[in-house]
T-cell receptor, first 114, second 115 residues
Framework: DAGITQSPRHKVTETGTPVTLRCHQT?????MYWYRQDPGHGLRLIHY???????DKGEVSDGYSVSRSKTEDFLLTLESATSSQTSVYFC?????????????FGPGTRLTVT | AQTVTQSQPEMSVQEAETVTLSCTYD???????LFWYKQPPSRQMILVIR??????QNATENRFSVNFQKAAKSFSLKISDSQLGDTAMYFC????????????FGTGTSLTVIP
């Protein structure tokens, strides 16, 4: 299994509070991604990174920001959480230079905003 | 715009039988990859099978095989000899080559294998 961890695994927070989710990888892959998973929507890309300090928006980036100061860590921040951000968040990594476009996923973080 | 459609929200199959999950996609790209991922109740996303668009031969992995029809933009997954451990959500995904590895996922098909 690819070495990807996410923390926390579960979190309950109140509307309006800031929340940061962490993704940590030990594979030295360049690309890292944050998705959210909601019933009826599958997985939707929030933000992704193609290198240290290089990030770009995905399909559902409003209300989220990211940072990547080291290859191994990719942080997702909800500046002011809203109930619509209640979801399961997945981090993924990939390295096209390996010859495969496969993405490897972390275990997910269940976030509940009350 | 890239879209992936899974038209079967839920399916069931008897143990040891065969089931086919459908997936269609829309893209103007000519070179891309297609994937099926499995998500069991543990929530972990697991790669089931991968197909490269420039390869005409359908990919096979043990009991899992695909029917890739590029002209029709169709990518169905066949599971043979279904086992109880195959019970999971299955997601079809698509990524164009050389576009930052952005994946586009379908909404998923929940498969239940009945003993």
């Amino acid at each position: 299994d690819a070495g990807i961890t996410q923390s926390p695994r579960h979190k309950v927070t109140e509307t309006g509070t800031p929340v940061t989710l962490r993704c940590h990888q030990t594979e030295n892959h360049r690309y890292m991604y944050w998705y959210r998973q909601d019933p009826g929507h599958g997985l939707r890309l929030i933000h992704y990174s193609y290198g240290v300090k290089d990030t770009d928006k995905g399909e559902v980036s409003d209300g989220y920001s990211v940072s990547r100061s080291k290859t191994e860590d990719f942080l997702l921040t909800l500046e002011s959480a809203t109930s619509s951000q209640t979801s399961v968040y997945f981090c993924a990594i990939s390295e096209p230079m390996t010859g495969s476009d496969e993405q490897y996923f972390g275990p997910g973080t269940r976030l509940t905003v009350t | 715009a890239q879209t992936v459609t899974q038209s079967q929200p839920e399916m069931s199959v008897q143990e040891a039988e065969t089931v086919t999950l459908s997936c269609t996609y829309d893209t103007s790209e000519s070179n891309y990859y297609l994937f099926w991922y499995k998500q069991p109740p543990s929530r972990q996303m697991i790669l089931v099978i991968r197909q490269e668009a420039y390869k005409q031969q359908n990919a096979t992995e043990n009991r899992f095989s695909v029917n890739f029809q590029k002209a029709a933009k169709s990518f169905s997954l066949k599971i043979s000899d279904s086992q109880l451990g195959d019970t999971a959500m299955y997601f079809c995904a698509f990524t164009p080559v050389n576009t930052g590895n952005q994946f586009y996922f379908g909404t998923g098909t929940s498969l239940t294998v009945i003993p």
